[in-house]
Every structure is written in C-alpha cells, then in structure tokens.
C-alpha cells in the first residue's frame, strides 16, 4: 500500500506536493484538521487561476488524492474531505479527512 500511495504522490506537481506538506505540519503543529494556506502569498500565479475561474479547481489530484484508513490498509479514503478557494481573503481552505492515515502520509511525503 506505501508504494502505492508513494506513485499516486509522485503524480502531484511540485505545488500540489507542497500544499500537501503544508497541511500535514500545520496538522501536527496545531492539531486542527482546517488549514487555511495564504495562496496569494504563497503562490500568487495559481490564487491568480482561482480568482479568474473560481469553480475550477486548480489542484485537482491533490483533492482526489486517496490513501489507506488508519488501522485497516484495505479500504481507501481521500485526505481532503475538502479544498475549497476562499476568494475575499485569497486562501485556499482545505480540510484534511479525520479517517486518513495522516501519520503514514506524513512519513511517506517527507521521507
């Protein structure tokens, strides 16, 4: 299953792979599973994307991205159980999915 979610990462852009390393330590550091990104400070070039077309989501295998349930490697559940673009305040707000291995994603993205 690790390599199997290692592939489906090796698919994320280089955006996407840091949006997702973002999420998971404000997680660990905070413990909330919302985290707003400062997508205009960040990545000014992509809130530009949303801003013109705000239905359209930018990160769309980042939002679809599956991985194991903790404690039970057989069934499947998204890390995001949402991405949303929050336009007044040029954030990316993204909910990470309480069922998610978040631990074994976090070892897999940054080992």
């Known amino acids: 299953m690790k390599s199997d979610l290692k592939q489906r990462l090796s698919k994320l852009s280089m955006y996407e792979r840091a949006i997702l390393m973002f999420c998971l330590r404000a997680y660990f550091n905070s413990g909330n599973y919302t985290n707003r990104l400062p997508l205009a400070e960040m990545l000014p070039d992509m809130a530009a994307m949303f801003d013109a077309a ?8 980042l ?5 194991a349930v903790t404690g039970d490697q057989a069934k499947t559940v998204s890390v995001f159980d949402s991405m949303t673009y929050d336009p ?6 993204t909910v990470l999915n309480q069922q998610a291995d978040l631990n074994a ?4 993205v940054e080992g």
């Open 54 to 61: 705000p239905k359209v989501n930018v990160f769309a295998k």
């Open 63 to 67: 939002a679809d991205l599956q991985m």
């Open 88 to 93: 007044k305040a040029r954030e990316l707000v």
């Open 105 to 108: 994603l976090q070892k897999v």
